[in-house]
């Protein structure tokens, strides 16, 4: 090397070229049962996966264990079921956690599997200084758009101080919380709301940790070092990362300005990525494939905005369930761009873009307004509570939505070049999909129950009492929860135990006041066709819209009941997590003349079931039609079960959809005349 | 389907023993246009099968957006179960949205969480199409129905103003539902409906301080106007919280314990006025009050007894069709 300075390379302190590490490779698993995850697992890290990111199950999410009737429906399906410490003695089993760095997708019950994770590494001696990783427990995202939170804000909120209190203290390489920014934008989120929402939770953290007052001033440095976040990244490559360059530098100033952070390491924006699923196509998932490199690009190409960790999903996501082979397929891509490409030896490739720099600048000025108006709100735990945030999500959805259905929004293979020779991807014995094994959910019902009936019965209701205490008295609830975990105690049963004490919580839905911005031919047969039947039968048509499951992801249902009022229904929709008795019996109430149900789970077969089931006992006969992630194979078993019409990610066509349940709808005998 | 008389009195008998379905179905036939046969057809089999029974009371919930009054229905639902085992409610809640395509978004279960198959409970919601006073067009005869079969039936609307008046008209015992400090005294003072309802309830009384004074605050303004009360005496005011679970069984028992009910022949001249002014406006008014409704207003007053018959709606209103249609010809 000459001693003339390459500004193009980076060096290290003796001016020999360095690049730079990569990320760290991810791939969000987990499935089945605690021992089928662990092979998974084992597997993954033997391909060159450097990270785990664990999956849960929507019951171990929503705080429910297996053995729960609203669990039966949904075990091992979109992530891995965790009972009790038997569980996670055996998803790491042969894994050595002390070297692991584990991130945990999960919420409303964060605190829960941090417990089982400390009793476990205590269990094998390891020390907690040692232990590396993360618990998302971004409870508002919940509220807003995944729909896993069980307690009400300011409850879960002291959980997530709780944690950060503890962690400090005992597990100081641990991120108590990761503000998770991704499923707003798979509800719709634009950039700076993005920006904006995410920033905002993270401030509403702070403060609450600030309220407490329980650490000294550079105990605080360090707990705002903590704080990790967890984005998405779009197929607007360029945007996106400018997005990423903005979050950068919002966090600096606002870790500087409001929060005084003199050590310049706890200032720093540290984040990990999924890249979005939410514009990958049923139709000619194929192309998914690109998408994925392309949104990849956005958070690794820019230096000074390089994402710490990225997973990426599998190209035929929005059909179902990947097999292990497409998610290898993911982690190969990574490993391409990272080991195969110069990406890596190079400062940041964009500082001093004029271009860049003022779209940075752009999106940072915006993003800042909507901040201030939420922190004069009373900041996002308000802008929760009074719906603020939620029907700004709505809205940005509906618009996204509207532009698809006038192809504004060009979607390939979706709205435009839509003829395609059909992927031989697809043509494997397996249909190109995985299924869970239905028969899997016994072994984890067995574990639960060995582990109930060996545990001392005594000590884990001694453990859970002392829990359900310490809620009531303000106590930090962390080292309960870890007594509670050696003592065996349920998933479910700690959850209840604190349901008990701070209630579920049940938050706006967002749908209220809002408009579509349709106006075509299409919206005008609708209209008339509703207006037909208005005439005919005296009184609009009623659709009950329901969630039912422990599945929150609500776009779908939302975007139906904002549908169907704008074309004229009278719509009755009452938010997730409903049961489906609970449904049938607002239907029933209601004289509804259609139901619509929106179920993105996989559990479609068992829930539609329990739904006809429960319409027989009210003798009542109100045609079903369904929306979600369904796939055709299961089409004739769901209408002979008396499904009506069955919607998937290719019918993006809301007034096409709406045509279709009003004709549905006109053609049923008037129920009374 | 159900026009013939005997399927009519199968729905009927169902719907009397409380199953969820008939009721639903007679609901949606009230709230069909031109549903006046209909009604004579329903009300006269009501009479037949369930001859001189009490009716069940009405309550009116009502306030501005935001005071809490679903929330507050739900944990009066949940204690309603428990406190009163062999008694049954009905709700109607009646929600403002609308827009240009006439659709609406009817979000009031959200906030109530119900028992399910239990036949103690229904939940009714409506679109309020438009119509001011928070009541649909529809609204009174459902209610009418709905106290055949229930023992409590609650009308929860949105109201700013003047517009909660209508709801107490056709309720025996009506709520404002106010949140602490809102400000609204001043307003309802102004308006002149503090003489409306029965009863008064400061809801969100999360914080026992601010609720304490908001309810001084009440109770000073409605004494500054007691003169004009109708029976002079202040009328009760609760102070709940959902979130506390706090004054909420106290607003049941008094619910529960309430005897008096309005004038059912006031109701209905009341509820029958209103229509003609929204069919035929003060045209129509001016002939009914001239012919008919003088004639029985005289015979009400004429009575020291009170031993009078019942007026039936549907009766009245055929007879002022026909004077209309009259006088239209």
């Known amino acids: 090397m000459s001693a003339e300075k390459k500004e193009y390379l980076l060096v290290d302190e003796n001016g020999q070229g360095k690049p730079d590490k990569p990320w760290i490779f991810r791939t969000y698993a987990g499935h089945t049962n605690a021992k089928a995850s662990n092979e998974l697992y ?94 998302q427990n971004d409870l ?45 934008q798979e509800a719709g989120a634009t950039p700076v709301q993005e920006l904006s929402f995410a920033l905002a939770t993270a401030i509403a953290v702070l403060d609450a940790i600030k309220e407490r007052n329980c650490f000294t001033e550079e105990e605080f440095e360090q707990c705002v070092g903590r704080i990790s976040f967890f984005v998405n990244a779009g197929i607007r490559f360029v945007e996106e990362m400018c997005k990423m360059r903005a979050f950068t530098e919002m966090w600096q100033e606002i870790t500087t300005e409001r929060y005084k952070v ?54 035929n996501e929005a059909l179902s369930l990947p097999r292990p082979w497409d998610q290898q397929w993911s982690l190969r891509l990574q490993q391409v761009l990272a080991y195969e490409t110069d990406l890596l030896e190079y400062p940041d490739i964009f500082e001093g873009s004029k271009v860049i720099e003022s779209k940075v600048k752009a999106l940072k000025e ?103 205490q310490a809620a009531k008295d303000g106590k930090n609830l962390m080292p309960f929860s870890v007594a509670c975990a050696k003592a065996l105690v349920t998933t479910g049963e700690w959850a209840d135990a604190l349901r008990e004490v701070y209630g579920e919580y049940n938050p706006p839905t967002g749908v209220d006041g809002q408009k579509l911005f349709l106006s075509d031919d299409k919206v005008s047969t609708v209209r008339s066709k509703v207006e037909a039947f208005t005439k005919t039968n005296g009184h609009r048509p009623k659709i009950v819209v329901g969630k039912p499951g422990l599945d929150g992801h609500s776009n779908g249902a939302e975007m139906i009941a904002v549908s169907a009022k704008h074309s004229g229904f009278d719509v009755i929709y009452s938010g997730i997590r409903l049961s489906p008795e609970e449904i049938v019996q607002s239907a029933v109430e209601e004289n509804a003349n259609v139901i619509g149900l929106s179920i993105l789970s996989g559990s479609h077969k068992e829930i539609v079931k329990q739904l006809f089931d429960e319409l027989t006992h009210y003798k009542a006969k109100i045609p079903v039609v369904i929306g979600g992630i369904i796939p055709e194979s299961d089409f004739e078993e769901l209408k002979a079960m008396g499904i009506r019409e069955i919607f998937t990610p290719k019918d993006y066509d809301l007034m096409s959809i709406m045509e279709k349940i009003i004709d549905i709808v006109s053609k049923e005998p008037a129920l009374v005349s | 389907m159900i026009d ?73 639902c949940r204690l309603f179960l428990e406190f009163a085992p062999d008694k049954k409610m009905a709700i109607v809640a009646i929600d403002p949205s609308s827009n240009v395509s006439g659709g609406s978004i009817l979000g009031d279960r959200t906030r109530v969480q119900l028992p399910r198959r239990d036949i103690r409970l229904y939940f009714r919601s409506q679109p309020s199409q438009l119509e001011l006073g ?47 400090l809102g400000g609204d005294q001043v307003q309802f003072m102004k308006s002149g409906i503090m003489e409306v309802p029965e009863a008064f309830i400061i809801n969100k009384c999360d914080e026992e301080s601010l609720a304490n004074s908001s309810y001084y605050m009440l109770e000073s303004t409605l004494e500054f106007i007691k003169d004009i009360l109708p029976d002079q005496s202040l009328p009760p005011i609760f102070k709940t919280s959902v979130t506390k679970r706090k004054g909420i069984e106290e607003l049941l028992q008094y619910i529960l314990q309430y005897q008096r009910r309005k004038d059912k022949n006031t109701e209905t001249l009341t509820q029958l006025s209103q229509w003609i002014r929204n069919e035929y406006g003060r045209w129509g008014i001016a002939i009914w009050e001239e012919l008919e409704s003088s004639k029985w207003n005289r015979a009400v007053k004429q009575n020291p007894l009170g031993g009078i018959q019942k007026l039936k709606y549907e009766e009245e209103e055929r007879k002022v069709v026909s004077l209309i249609q009259t006088k239209i010809k």
């Not at chain 2, 199968?10 to 949606?28: D, F, H, N, R, T």
């Not at chain 2, 949105?158 to 602490?180: A, H, K, R």
């Open chain 1, 262 to 315: 003199k050590t310049a390491k706890y200032r720093v924006f540290r984040y990990g990525v999924q890249v979005n699923s939410l514009g990958l196509t049923e139709e000619q998932p194929e192309n998914n494939a690109w998408r994925i490199l392309i949104e990849s690009l956005g958070v690794t190409l820019s230096r000074n905005a390089r994402c710490r960790a990225l997973q990426l999903p599998a190209w």
């Open chain 1, 140 to 184: 508002i995202k919940e509220y807003l758009a995944r729909g896993t939170y069980i307690y009400p804000p300011k409850d879960s909120m002291k959980i997530i101080v709780d944690m950060y209190e503890y962690c400090l203290h005992k597990i100081p390489k641990w991120n108590p919380s990761n503000i998770c920014s991704y499923h707003l």
């Open chain 2, 134 to 180: 928070g009541l649909n067009p529809y609204t009174y005869h459902v209610i009418r129905f709905l106290r055949q079969v229930f023992d409590y039936v609650f009308i929860e609307t949105v109201g700013i103003g003047q517009n909660e008046i209508s709801v107490s008209l056709i309720s025996d015992l009506s709520f404002l539902v106010m949140q602490p």
């Open chain 1, 42 to 135: 084992r597997k993954n890290l033997s391909k060159g996966q450097t990270g785990l990111s664990i999956a849960f199950d929507l019951p171990t999410q929503c705080g429910y264990s297996s053995d729960h009737e609203v669990s039966r429906p949904e075990i091992g399906k979109v992530g891995v079921p965790i009972n009790s410490l038997e569980d996670f003695r055996i998803l790491f089993d042969q894994i050595p956690i002390e070297e692991m760095n584990t991130s945990m997708t999960i919420n409303g019950t964060s605190m829960w599997l941090l417990s089982l994770y400390v009793a476990l590494a205590e269990e094998r001696g390891v020390p907690l200084e040692k232990l590396n990783g993360t618990t």
């Open chain 2, 4 to 76: 013939t008389k005997e399927s009519l009195s199968q729905l009927v008998s169902e719907a009397l023993l409380g199953e969820k379905y008939p009721i639903a179905k007679i609901i949606s036939r009230i709230e069909t246009e031109k549903n006046l046969e209909f009604r004579e057809a329903l009300f006269q089999e009501l009479s037949l099968q369930k001859p001189n029974t009490k009716e069940g009371l009405t309550i009116g919930i009502t306030g501005t957006p935001g005071a809490g009054k679903s929330s507050l229905l739900g944990e009066l």
């Open chain 1, 366 to 468: 915006e993003a800042k307004l909507e901040i201030q108006k939420i922190i004069d709100m009373g900041g996002a735990l308000v802008a929760i509570e009074n719906g603020y945030m939620k029907s700004q999500l709505v809205k940005s959805q509906t618009e996204r939505l509207s532009k698809i259905n006038s192809n504004e929004l060009v979607i390939v293979g979706k709205n435009k070049w839509t003829d395609g020779i059909k992927s031989p991807l697809m043509t494997d014995s397996d249909g190109g999909i995985f299924k869970v094994d239905p028969k899997s959910a016994e072994q984890t019902l067995n574990v639960l129950g060995e582990a109930k009936a060996r545990r001392n019965a005594e000590l884990a209701k001694k453990s859970l009492d002392e829990l359900k």
